[in-house]
Nanobody, 124 residues
Framework: VQLQASGGGLVQVGDSLRLSCVAS????????VGWFRQGPGKEREFVAV???????YYGNSVKDRFTISRDNAKNTVYLQMNSLNSEDTAVYSC???????????????????WGQGTLVTVSS
C-alpha cells in the first residue's frame, strides 16, 4: 500500500487543522493506520492510531485535542487537530500495518508502510 499525507500548513495558536492520509490499493479496511510527528530537534513521537475495527489510541500530549477517524470507502484516515499550540509544530507522517494487532501500536516498527510527511507549523 502507498500512503499520501496532506493537509498541513501554517496556522495560529488555538486554530484547528485536519490532516488526511490517503491509501492506494485494496483492502484498506484491513489496515491499522497511525500518525507520528517529528518536531524540530525532537525525536519522532507517536500521535494516534486507529485499528481496523475502529479502536483509537492517542499520545498523551494530544489526547482530548486530536481525533483520528477513518473512511474506508475513501481509503482515508483523518487526523482532526484542535487547540493547536506551538509544541504541535512538526512534520506529521502516517503509517499503516495489516499484520495482526499487538500492544506495540505506539512504536514506529509496528508499522510496515509509511507515507511522506506533511508539515504543520503553529505560529504564535
Amino acid at each position: 500500500v502507498q500512503l499520501q499525507a496532506s493537509g498541513g500548513g501554517l496556522v495560529q495558536v488555538g486554530d484547528s487543522l485536519r490532516l488526511s492520509c490517503v491509501a492506494s490499493g485494496r483492502s484498506f479496511n484491513t489496515y491499522a493506520v497511525g500518525w507520528f510527528r517529528q518536531g524540530p530537534g525532537k525525536e519522532r513521537e507517536f500521535v494516534a492510531v486507529i485499528s481496523r475495527s475502529g479502536y483509537t489510541y492517542y499520545g498523551n500530549s494530544v489526547k482530548d485535542r486530536f481525533t483520528i477517524s477513518r473512511d474506508n470507502a475513501k481509503n482515508t484516515v483523518y487526523l482532526q487537530m484542535n487547540s493547536l499550540n506551538s509544541e504541535d509544530t512538526a512534520v506529521y507522517s502516517c503509517a499503516a500495518r495489516n499484520r495482526a494487532w499487538s500492544g506495540d501500536w505506539f512504536k514506529p516498527d509496528f508499522y510496515d508502510y509509511w507515507g511522506q510527511g506533511t508539515l504543520v507549523t503553529v505560529s504564535s
